[in-house]
């Protein structure tokens, strides 16, 4: 599967985005979903994920702002960001793959998506 990450872009603190993971190739529906995210000089990281049951699993920092969602009509995954912090940004990703259960690694997933930058500016 293919996949294609965008909606990224400049925001102030306390405003919000929307990331959109869009699959080709494979049916989508299948698929566990996850994003992550990298800060400048850090590792990546975790931020949420989405099975194919529809069930949702969060970082304990993005909980209650964040909220992922899936479409498997039109083969998409979003992110939706609300009440963002100067400490969201980053480059996110999205990732998938074939799991019984969420993974929060990294290594779980073997598909990944080039990356979209968000910046939130204080």
């Known amino acids: 599967v293919q996949l294609q990450a965008s909606g990224g872009g400049l925001v102030q603190a306390g405003g919000s985005l929307r990331l959109s993971c869009a699959a080709s190739?494979?049916?989508?529906?299948?698929?566990?979903v996850g994003w992550f995210r990298q800060a400048p000089g850090k590792e990546r990281e975790f931020v949420a994920a989405i099975d194919r049951s529809g069930s949702t699993y969060y970082t304990d920092s993005v909980r209650g702002r964040f909220t992922i969602s899936r479409d498997n009509v039109a083969n998409t995954v979003y992110l939706q960001m609300d009440s963002l912090k100067p400490e969201d940004t980053a480059v996110y990703y999205c990732a998938a793959d074939l799991l019984i259960r969420i993974s929060t690694l990294t290594t779980g997933y073997g598909y990944w998506g080039q990356g979209t930058l968000v910046t939130v500016s204080s």
């Open positions: 190739g494979r049916p989508f529906s299948r698929y566990t």
